[in-house]
């Protein structure tokens, strides 16, 4: 069999079916497609399902695009990261180039799919979101500024914009309070994974807040974000996209966040940050069922 | 050793195939269902 393609790397069998769906982030990607789909059902107006389903799967397949070329471009400081030291890349399963090329054949298959099924203005954001992500986020801010994620977060934030804009055509007010709430709740949560893993970012050579400025400031970051985070994620209520239930639901959540955050700054461990971090996930998985389900049930639940 | 680790490539090698197969029938369905879908004015 030595007529093999030459796929194998380094020694290894070559990169298997999994490695590959390991490179598109599938826990990023799960979290990417819900929040897109909350934009795509909280849109005013009319979307053939099977067409809603593909804008879904673009999403997902955009996501984990940019996902695979982040992975392309990290696989340096991947490899010095315990948390992501096992990735494909680093573990020497999978060739730089297989990876660049099979998230860049995903990124503009998602993109045309989406340009040709759905509409282009879902279309043109998708580009956007995987150019941000990969040109703004991982190779321009990542490795140069502590702002990085709060920038770069951006990127995470746009699915819901994308869900909103494939109903609708259009970026309206209600997809920009869900793109707002992304937007607010990532520094907080990237800022408490980085706390406890400060030091593997430190030799990573990637300049997190609490490798930067200490980790006394950045919870106070994480405190005033949490706090921004109250009258933004009330944003669909006033904007009438969402009812008084949801309004509730989502102080009492934010005020939880914000006790974490507290927390956080009281306390000198580790402990405090990791469950902000499981908490921040929770949070958001939260607020975003609630407002699918005030939707869904008209506000009367 | 050897003939373990061409084994183990053959069977990554197949297993790839397949899964390169599912989503190039897969594309062909979506762009099926898309077409029709597009085509009634959805």
Redesign the interface.
Same mark, same amino acid.
């Given at each position: 069999?030595s007529d &093999?393609?030459s $796929?194998?790397v380094g020694g290894s069998?070559?990169?298997?079916?999994g490695d590959?769906v390991q490179i598109l982030k599938p826990r990023v990607m799960s979290l990417v497609v819900f929040t897109g789909l909350v934009g795509l059902v909280l849109a005013p107006g009319h979307l053939?399902p099977? &067409?809603a389903a $593909?804008a879904v799967?673009c999403i997902a397949v955009g996501a984990g695009a940019s996902g695979a070329i982040n992975m392309w471009y990290d696989r340096d400081i991947d490899a010095v990261m315990r948390r992501t030291m096992a990735r494909p890349l680093p573990a020497g399963r999978m060739n730089p180039g297989e990876a660049l090329g099979f998230g860049c054949v995903l990124a503009v298959w998602s993109v045309v799919?989406m340009g040709?099924?759905v509409n282009w203005v879902a279309a043109e954001l998708l580009a956007l979101t995987i150019a941000f992500y990969v040109f703004v986020y991982t190779i321009w801010l990542k490795r140069r500024t502590p702002q990085n994620i709060v920038i770069g977060g951006a990127a995470g934030a746009f699915p819901p914009l994308i869900g909103w804009a494939a109903v609708t055509g259009d970026i309206g007010w209600g997809g920009l309070a869900l793109f707002a709430i992304i937007f607010f709740w990532t520094p907080p949560h990237f800022w408490a994974l980085s706390l406890y893993r400060a030091g593997e970012y430190e030799r990573a050579g990637v300049p997190m807040l609490p490798v930067v400025s200490g980790t006394r400031e950045t919870k106070r970051q994480m405190l005033l974000y949490t706090l921004v985070l109250w009258p933004v994620t009330l944003a669909p209520w006033l904007l009438g996209i969402a009812g008084p239930a949801y309004a509730v639901c989502a102080a009492g959540l934010s005020l939880l966040f914000t006790g974490t955050a507290v927390q956080v700054w009281r306390d000198g461990t580790d402990r405090s940050a990791r469950q902000m971090f499981q908490f921040s996930l929770l949070y958001l998985f939260l607020i975003f069922s609630l407002l699918l389900l005030d939707h869904v049930g008209g506000g009367r639940w | 050793m050897a003939a373990e680790r061409r084994d183990e490539r053959e069977r990554t090698t197949r297993a790839r195939n397949r899964a390169l197969l599912f989503v190039l029938l897969g594309l062909v369905a979506l762009f099926y269902v898309i077409a029709i879908v597009r085509m009634s004015g959805g």
């Open positions: 069999m &093999l393609p $796929v194998a069998q070559g990169a298997a079916v590959y053939h099977v &067409l $593909v799967l799919i040709l099924a | -």
